[in-house]
C-alpha cells in the first residue's frame, strides 16, 4: 500500500521500496495497490504492476484483501509492505513470511525492532508487546508497557512496530467482514481487530536502524539518512 505525501518530491522512495521488495527471495510477485491514480501512474512509470482499490479501503489489510480478490492467480501468503518503507530490508520480508509458514496457529506475522527513547511518547510509532513463545500481546501509540514512574525505562527493551506484516491469504479474505472492534477503533491499529478476534499473530524481533514515512516530517529524516549513506 502506497501513502502520499508529495507525489513528486517521493518518487524516488516508492521506486526504491518496491525494488527491495523485489529483492525477496519468498515472494512471487510484488505489486502496487492504490486508490489513487496519481500513485498509480508514479509506479507505473517505473515498471510496476499496479490494481486500483476502492476508496472504501479502511486500512491496509482492506485492500490488500481487495487486490487478491483481483489477481488471477492464487497465493497462500500476502504480504503488506507500506509503500513509504524505502530502507526495508529484504531479509526482512522474507523473515516474516517464514514466520508465518512455521507458525501453523497464527494467521498474521509482522517484526518488530528495538525502540528508539526519543520515539517512545510519539503517537505515529506504534509500540508492540510480545509473549515469551513470540506472539503478539498488544499493539499500541501509548508507550507499552508502561510503569509506575511515568517516564522511560532505560533499561527494558521497548519493541516499535515496523509497518510490514503478512498474511494468511484465506484469513485475509475474511477480515474485512469482521466487525471492527473496540480496541481497534479506539487505537486505530488494525492488528488489534486480529487479536480481538482471538487470532494468533507471530511476530518476529529485527535489527532495523530506521523507520518509514509515517508523517511529512518524516520525509526529512529518511531523505538525510539515505544520504548520509549513499542509499538511491
Known sequence: MFIPYNIDSNYSRKRRTWERAKLATTLDRVVVATDDERIAECCRGFGADVIMTAESCRNGAERCSEALQKLEKKYDIVVN????EPLIEPEIIDGIVKALQTTPD??????????????????NR????VD??????????????????????PKFPYNLHLGIQSYDSEFL?????LTPTPLQLEEDLEQLKVL??????KVIKVDHDAHG?????????????????NLS
Not at 509492505?81 to 513509504?84: F, P, R, S, V
Not at 494467521?107 to 527513547?117: D, G, Q, R
Not at 479474505?173 to 467482514?177: E, R
Not at 511529512?216 to 548520509?228: Q, S
Request: aromatic share 12%; hydrophobic share 35%; glycine share 6%.
Open 81 to 84: 509492505i507500506q509503500g513509504d
Open 106 to 123: 497464527a494467521v498474521f506475522s509482522t517484526c518488530v525492532t528495538s525502540l528508539k527513547p526519543e520515539d517512545a511518547f510519539d503517537p
Open 126 to 129: 506504534v509500540k508492540c508487546v
Open 132 to 153: 515469551n513463545r513470540g506472539y503478539a500481546i498488544y499493539f499500541s501509540r501509548g508507550l507499552i508497557p508502561f510503569n509506575k514512574s511515568g517516564k522511560v525505562n
Open 173 to 177: 479474505k475474511i477480515y474485512p467482514d
Open 196 to 201: 480481538e478476534n482471538g487470532y494468533k499473530m
Open 213 to 229: 514515512v509515517d508523517t511529512p516530517e518524516d520525509v526529512a529524516k529518511i531523505e538525510n539518512f539515505m544520504r548520509e549513506r
